[in-house]
């Protein structure tokens, strides 16, 4: 109560007597000792064995960029660009009162709390020859391979670096890309940027699994950190290769345009079938409740499979692809109307896992080959990037690579 009734009369002198004396209670606004509460409060160790920002639920607010390194830039400029970029995120994700090094602050941030601000960073495969690093570079970074379904942007794809930023607050999302924007310049900049949502924790009345732009329940069967082979499916082991891997995981990017002029013609009924789950509930098809396991071989009286052949849970399961599964972490998008008259709306789809060859990629290729879902999606952008360990205290991300 103290903190509202301190910013309304920061907004009363600034309109009295102009900037100076607003920015002077601006600063006591700042240094103000009243707690945190709620969504503000909650916060995410930047530290750790692995990255924050992909175990963690997903934010919000994100956005996805990626960067380039400037003509010139090598490896020890790399590396000092992340030690900034580091230092920036430790003060930004403090708990309790985050602060910003001031080299880069704009104030956006002021008077809020962390809100579970993640930033997580990546390395594509370009990253590697500009920085003489070619002996470092993993296997598992190989190109993707091309699928029939893709129109993809190569302006809006790759890129030499990679970061994905969360947070539940918009303004916090915002700060953190500019900060990183600031802390680049004359090492990198912007290739592409992209901003996505999710629900808002609070807004339903217990958390629930998101929903997507389609209005289907999604990310029912990711894997869970319970599940006995989760570790060993989304992260590298401790004595995995390449040793500076070692914690990390693989990001796919895609940027999924969902056609949904043509989607909203189904009925409900198709739109199920197309799925292999109730559009109301997120309900196997085969029968249950939303986590009810699916029952890909449970027939109806007809004889009918209750699960449509090109059902999409179908195509994905890893039953149906030697094993292979991914956690599946994605904003939606909406970049407004298209020339086209529909929405330029979907799924920026970020998959992580060990190795690509054992997650995305087989799925993606059954998927291409005859998924009811994919004649409703567009795949427009795309991305690969290693994505090291978290970093221990003290130290930047990617510090086993570059040092
Ligand atoms: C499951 C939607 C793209 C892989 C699901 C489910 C929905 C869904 C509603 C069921 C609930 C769940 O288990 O999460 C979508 C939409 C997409 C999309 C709207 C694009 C805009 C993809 C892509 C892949 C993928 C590109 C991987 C290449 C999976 C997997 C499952 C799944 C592995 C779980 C299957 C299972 O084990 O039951 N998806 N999906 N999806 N999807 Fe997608």
């Known amino acids: 109560r103290r903190l509202l009734g301190t910013a309304g009369a920061a907004g009363a002198a600034g309109l ?5 004396a607003g920015a002077a209670v601006a600063a006591a606004v700042r240094d103000d000792p009243a707690p945190l509460t709620g969504v503000g409060a909650a916060h995410v160790p930047f530290e750790g064995v692995h990255q924050a920002g992909i175990v963690d639920p997903a934010q919000a607010r994100g ?8 003509p010139g830039a090598d490896r020890r400029a790399a590396a000092a660009l992340l030690r900034r ?5 430790r003060e930004m994700t403090r708990a309790g009162r985050p602060a910003t090094p001031a080299a880069y602050d704009d104030q956006v941030a002021d008077d809020a709390g962390p809100s579970s601000l993640t930033v997580t960073f990546g390395f594509g495969r370009s990253f590697f020859t500009r920085t003489g690093l070619t002996a470092q570079l993993p296997e598992a970074l190989a190109p993707l391979p091309d ?7 190569p302006k809006r794809s790759n890129g030499d670096l990679w970061v994905q930023i969360g947070a539940d607050d918009a303004l916090v999302a915002f700060h953190a890309l500019r900060v990183l924007q600031k802390a680049a310049v004359g090492t990198a900049s912007v290739r592409w940027q992209m901003n996505g949502f999710n629900r808002t924790p609070g807004a339903t009345d217990r958390p629930r699994t998101v929903r997507n732009l389609m209005g289907q329940i999604d990310g029912t069967n990711n894997p869970k950190p319970t599940d006995a082979d989760f570790e060993r499916r989304v992260f590298v082991p401790a ?3 390449p040793a500076w891997m070692a914690g990390g995981s693989y990001a796919v990017f895609r940027r999924i345009r969902m056609l949904l002029d043509s989607w909203d013609h189904l009925s409900v009924a198709a739109q199920e079938r197309v799925i292999g789950r109730r559009k109301s509930d997120g309900a196997p098809l085969s029968g249950g409740t939303e986590t009810t396991p699916v029952r890909l071989d449970a027939f109806g009286k007809d004889g009918a499979a209750l699960i449509a052949p090109d059902a999409h849970v179908r195509v994905a399961a890893p039953a149906s692809n030697g094993g292979a599964a991914m956690l599946r972490r994605a904003f939606s998008f909406h970049d407004g109307i298209g020339s086209d008259g529909t929405p330029d709306a979907g799924l920026l789809f970020v998959a992580w896992q060990a190795d690509p060859m054992r997650g995305f990629v087989p799925v993606q290729r059954k998927l291409d080959g ?6 409703f999606l567009r795949h ?3 991305g690969l990037f290693a994505v090291p360990g978290g970093p221990g205290p003290g130290e930047y991300v990617g510090q086993r690579l570059l040092e």
Do not use: C
């Open 380 to 382: 427009e952008a795309s």
């Open 16 to 20: 009295v007597v102009g900037g100076g």
């Open 147 to 153: 699928f029939t379904a893709d129109r993809l942007d």
């Open 85 to 89: 970029w580091s230092d920036a995120v």
């Open 370 to 375: 005859g998924d009811g879902l994919s004649r």
């Open 63 to 70: 956005h996805l960029a990626a960067f380039d390194l400037a």
């Open 239 to 241: 004595d995995g290769s």
